[in-house]
């Protein structure tokens, strides 16, 4: 997912996407806690997607805002 495919979505997709990525996050998390995780780039992955979306969204609320 690179910031241009998000840039191109909705304000509510894209809250969809973050609210999914978040319980993606919470059971990488209990599978790194239980020691069944495989994938452990994952971790980081959703982690970033998170940060882009937040990113994204900040700046269609700044340019509503203006």
């Given at each position: 997912m690179n910031a241009?495919?998000?840039?191109?979505?909705?304000?509510?997709q894209l809250r969809d996407e973050l609210?999914?990525?978040?319980?993606?996050?919470f059971n990488?998390?209990?599978?790194?806690?239980?020691g069944q995780l495989e994938n452990t780039a994952r971790m980081r992955a959703v982690?970033?997607?998170v940060a882009r979306i937040?990113?994204?969204?900040n700046e269609?609320?700044?340019?509503a805002a203006k």
């Open positions: 241009q495919e998000l840039r191109a979505k909705t304000p509510d609210v999914q990525l978040k319980k993606e996050a990488l998390r209990f599978q790194q806690a239980t982690r970033r997607d937040m990113t994204v969204l269609k609320a700044r340019e």
